[in-house]
């Protein structure tokens, strides 16, 4: 897609290629979806319990999380790039420590790394979009990146699982380790400097009263809740989920391929917003994104309720879910940075942060209200964060309209 530069922030920042970002953030997440069919084989070969296995995920959105907090307002002040490369280094290093570990605490460490270096990628990613586009070109830019990122997780459910069948779990977490060094060749060759509004005159205070001034913008609280909310679902269903899949008898490879149908959903969705968010809005879009969110986690309650112990099920649902959540996310992402005005660097640390955190609270929740061993007290958690991400899609759409808070 070339986008004409009349929609460009300014004439001074190069035009990005959309599939370059697309890849940038695709290989951000591959960190989470590529161990998604590989966590019950973990789990076996060390011994560990099912709880413990959930210390995989979030020891790797805890270290993601937090240092998006922190690369976020070194951006604005540094730069992007130098942040991104630091990133995919740390990442591929933490995914060669993970393919040799041989226990389940240095495994757990080696995630820690790899979460630090997917942080930046992700973050730096997302901030570059704001950089280029403004408000609406923006969220049409992200939809569209959306769109190709979700390819890699599509790839990777699917390929994870494979490969796990084949050569075991460690396989996965080199994956990791190679498309992340391959990446990080093809950045230092081709991706350029894209923030041109750098504060050099950095202190710490003003890090932290720019984190203050975001925690009292109305506008950017209202999406930010909407969007980490709405990740949330997906980062807590792929914990349990596929300890579900293993009760009713699917192999890891047959679990990537009922995992693939998120993420194709998601490249409807988002092809969607890409091409009415500028006729209806961001925030009429994520409220009937939110409205879907809800629907199709109820949804996952029918094979529970009926007895019903086929993956298409579990499957549809997931699409249903990746569909909404391509209204949603983009459209909510975009609307928070956007919010923040010259702090998107931090808003994008914050959003990122968020919709991990969200994913571990939700995931913390599952696993001590026995989630994976009872189905559907895991959907309750489910249902909840739904439920919150309509409402604040709700009051996005209210704030639009200068209405109380």
């Not at 960190?31 to 790797?60: C, D, M, N, R, W």
């Not at 040799?100 to 605490?105: G, H, V």
Request: hydrophobic share 55%.
């Amino acid at each position: 897609m070339n986008h004409k530069a009349s929609v460009l922030r300014s004439a001074n920042i190069p035009a990005i290629s959309v599939w370059l970002l697309a890849a940038i953030m695709g290989t951000g997440f591959l960190g989470i979806t590529v161990i998604a069919p590989a966590l019950g084989a973990i789990t076996v070969y060390f011994k560990a319990s099912e709880a413990e296995a959930q210390l995989l995920l979030s020891g790797f959105f805890l270290s993601m999380a937090i240092s998006q907090l922190i690369y976020g307002p070194l951006s604005d002040i540094f730069g992007r790039r130098p942040f991104l490369l630091i990133g995919l280094l740390l990442y591929s290093i933490g995914g060669l420590l993970a393919s040799f570990a041989q226990s389940m605490e240095i495994l757990i460490s080696a995630r820690i790394i790899q979460g630090l270096g997917a942080a930046a990628v992700v973050s730096i990613a997302r901030v570059i979009i704001n950089d280029v586009y403004d408000r609406l070109e923006g969220a049409s830019a992200f939809a569209l990146m959306s769109m190709i990122m979700s390819v890699v997780p599509i790839l990777s459910f699917v390929f994870g699982g494979i490969v796990c069948d084949l050569i075991g779990w460690r396989g996965t977490m080199f994956l990791i380790c190679i498309s992340s060094a391959l990446l990080l060749i093809i950045v230092i060759i081709t991706l350029p400097e894209t923030n041109y509004k750098k504060n050099k005159n950095f202190q710490f205070t003003s890090v932290f009263n720019d984190y203050v001034t975001l925690m009292k913008n109305k506008n950017f609280l209202a999406f930010m809740l909407t969007s980490s909310s709405c990740a949330g679902i997906f980062f807590t269903m792929v914990g349990f989920i596929s300890f579900e899949y293993i009760r009713i008898g699917v192999k890891p490879a047959e679990i990537g391929f009922w995992f693939m149908l998120n993420p194709c959903g998601y490249i409807l969705g988002n092809y969607i917003t890409k091409r009415y968010v500028g006729k209806f809005g961001i925030e009429s879009m994520s409220q009937l994104g939110g409205c879907m969110c809800l629907i199709s986690v109820v949804s996952l309650f029918v094979p529970w309720t009926f007895d019903l112990n086929h993956p298409s099920l579990l499957g549809l649902s997931g699409l249903l879910l990746g569909f909404a959540s391509g209204f949603v996310i983009a459209n909510t992402t975009i609307g928070a940075m956007s919010s923040a005005g010259d702090s998107s660097g931090n808003a994008s640390g914050v959003v990122g942060a968020a919709q991990l955190g969200f994913g571990i609270l939700g995931g913390a929740i599952v696993v001590n209200i026995g989630g994976y061993e009872h189905f559907e007290r895991g959907l309750l958690v489910l249902v909840a964060l739904s439920i919150i991400s309509l409402y604040f899609a709700t009051v996005s759409r209210i704030l639009k309209n200068k209405t109380i808070f």
